[in-house]
């Protein structure tokens, strides 16, 4: 029985190097002068922290770690952006987070698109923040990569593991 894991996962030493990319621009940059401007990255808990003096540098800043993201081929899908709060002295923060593993909902979401294709003995499992789909022929599994790029499940999809 053929079959493959379906994930979402990010490169951590990519973020962290587009994350120290945009730092270093932020810090040269001449519009971003005496705007106490800081994006810190947070491994353990995988969210990245954006400071500056207004809601506008703030943006700015978000808009330099998006384009630096994309850089390094991390999917802006698995980021996901909190609301912008004031902090100290009147300075704008925001919490980006990112995503990884494809919880219940999603997984649940997943599957049901791939027993709407209606392919014979293609079957799925959730296994913690994965899903397993299982299938008699290579084809039919190829059928379901093919359809699971093609949709838009709001996270950044990786197909692992095929096995014959």
């Not at 587009?18 to 947070?42: C, G, H, I, P, Y």
């Not at 999917?75 to 300075?91: C, D, F, I, P």
């Not at 499992?125 to 838009?152: C, F, H, N, P, W």
């Amino acid at each position: 029985m053929a079959s493959f894991d379906v994930v979402s996962e990010v490169d951590m030493a990519e973020v962290r190097n587009a994350v120290d990319q945009a730092s270093r621009e932020v810090s040269t940059r001449f519009d971003f002068k005496n705007t106490n401007t800081l994006l810190e990255l947070n491994d353990k808990d995988r969210t990245i922290e954006l400071n500056s003096a207004t809601e506008d540098r703030l943006k700015a800043a978000r808009q330099v770690l998006e384009e630096k993201l994309v850089k390094r081929k991390v999917s802006l899908k698995a980021v996901s952006y909190g609301t912008v709060e004031e902090a100290a002295k009147g300075t704008a923060r925001q919490v980006a987070t990112l995503n990884v593993g494809i919880d219940q909902p999603k997984g649940k979401e997943i599957g049901k698109h791939i027993k709407a294709m209606g392919l014979k003995g293609v079957q799925h499992q959730i296994q913690g923040d994965q899903l397993r789909v299982t299938g008699k022929k290579r084809d039919a599994l190829q059928e379901v990569i093919a359809e699971l790029k093609k949709s838009d499940f709001g996270i950044p999809l990786q197909f692992v593991n095929f096995r014959d």
